[in-house]
């Protein structure tokens, strides 16, 4: 059987931040750019979690089908 991978969803939101572009901003577009890094914290977050409940449902193998685990998951993901 395969192992699980568990993301943690907190950690993963936080790494994904880092990647997001933040050029410097004068004051009066802060709070746009609050909005947008808070949207991108739980848009990561949620899809982590999501990840961990799908793979959860996916580990139970079908056998009729010749799909990895892995891959079922990122398709179920793409439809988000």
């Not at 949620?46 to 891959?71: C, G, M, P, W």
């Amino acid at each position: 059987m395969e192992k699980q991978v568990k993301i943690d969803p907190e950690k993963f939101a936080y790494h994904f931040m880092d990647t997001v572009n933040r050029p410097t901003m004068k004051t009066e577009d802060m709070e746009d750019a609050a909005k947008e890094a808070l949207a991108a914290y739980l848009t990561a977050y949620y899809i982590a979690q999501r990840f961990n409940n799908l793979e959860n449902d996916f580990f139970i193998e079908n056998h009729e089908k010749h799909v990895s685990t892995y891959q079922k998951i990122l398709s179920e993901l793409n439809q988000y």
